[in-house]
């Protein structure tokens, strides 16, 4: 059995994705997928799977916060965000979030019983944020147990990260969180400033779409 695992795609369905549908068995897909639309697409392709991410607005929702169910002999548990996860994670096999678009896979022993848990994080393979990956993941269930596997997607010349002031970057984010919450627009603070519009239009959208983040948040979402 093969299974895609995804999150994050924020309105955009890479052909590059599109082209690791056909032949699978199903789609799981971690949130913050932006419009019907997309899961409409998706669901040409597989039956799908999925939760309710932050930026899943009115449209999103009979979509669920969380799922708890059972796939080709697996227990998996879905959810957006790391921090909405429950305390006890043993009795699952795979724990999938997004959220944070940064690819992670990382095993835990289950206390007092036998195997171990995945907690994994596709990334996102939507938009590409800042000078991250484009990544998802692909589940494979065999006879001889299931692994997953990481797949990084190419993105072309334009996604190319926008520039970075390593020794200002604060400021900058500072900068564009004053200004967006004024109501100045990405070009003109952009042309006030004399940042670049690609970088602006990032910081903007991380402060809009996460209500009450810092400027240290925002940078630790850039990976910075």
């Not at 930026?55 to 708890?68: H, I, T, V, Y």
């Not at 990260?161 to 070009?187: H, L, S």
């Not at 004399?194 to 983040?213: C, D, F, K, N, S």
Request: proline share 7%; hydrophobic share 40%; charged share 25%.
């Amino acid at each position: 059995m093969k299974i895609i695992i995804l999150s994050d795609t924020h309105d955009l369905l890479r052909p590059e994705v599109l082209a690791l549908l056909p032949g699978c068995d199903c789609i799981l897909h971690g949130g913050d997928i932006s419009s019907q639309g997309i899961l409409d697409q998706l669901r040409q392709y597989a039956p799908v799977r999925a939760v309710r991410g932050n930026n899943d607005r009115d449209w999103a929702e009979g979509l669920p916060p969380f799922l708890d169910f059972e796939i080709a002999g697996l227990r998996v548990y879905m959810t957006h965000k790391k921090k909405d996860l429950p305390r006890d994670l043993s009795p699952y096999d795979l724990v999938v979030i997004g959220h944070s678009h940064q690819y992670s896979g990382t095993w835990m022993d289950r206390p007092g019983a036998s195997g171990r848990t995945l907690l994994l994080n596709p990334g996102s393979c939507g938009p590409r944020r800042f000078h991250q990956p484009v990544t998802l993941a692909v589940l494979t269930v065999t006879e001889d147990g299931w692994h997953v596997d990481r797949v990084d997607l190419p993105h072309s010349l334009r996604e190319s990260a926008p520039k970075i002031d390593p020794g200002n970057v604060r400021k900058q984010i500072e900068i564009v969180m004053k200004e967006t919450a004024k109501g100045t627009g990405v070009a003109a603070i952009a042309g006030k400033y004399g940042m670049e519009e690609a970088l602006v239009e990032q910081i903007a959208r991380l402060y809009v779409t996460h209500p009450g983040v810092t400027a240290d948040g925002i940078m630790t979402k850039m990976g910075l």
